[in-house]
């Protein structure tokens, strides 16, 4: 079988494993795994803001389920909109403490089952674990890009 088929439903098998976690892990919350991840992004941000389009190339999802996700997130006080001095047309969002603790709480949950995915692993073969799959996901990005302008040209 091609190597590359091999490793993409290894990749399915996993994610398919992850999001029945993620479930588990979220089922006391008013989330799912995009939003956490969301909020993700917005921690690791200059200032715990970016803009919708930001968010959309981060989370490789259009920008019009980043704004329902966004108001969401919004409605429920983890986020809040903030204006851009620069440009008015542009809407930021900007992580509130609420969201910061629900990120953490579950984080820390995950942490305390000591990262069972990257068990056995030493922190060289957990590095480029991370590295490599980096990759994959660049590369998958790029063939949906790919596929998407030859439909367009059709």
Known sequence: MNNGIV??????Q???????????LLENTDLNWTQLGMMGLLIEAEGNELTLKQLEK????SQSVIA???IYLTEKGYTEYTKNTDDKRV???HLLEKGF?????IFVSMNEEKQPMLEGMSLGEKILFQE?????LLNSVKVQQEMKNNQKRL
């Open 7 to 12: 490793c993409g439903y290894l990749i399915r």
């Open 14 to 24: 996993i994610n398919f494993i992850w999001e029945r976690i993620a479930k588990q």
């Open 58 to 61: 981060g989370l490789n999802i």
């Open 68 to 70: 329902r996700m966004a």
């Open 91 to 93: 809407k930021k969002i």
């Open 101 to 105: 603790q629900c990120h953490n709480e």
């Open 132 to 136: 490599l799959l980096q990759k994959v």
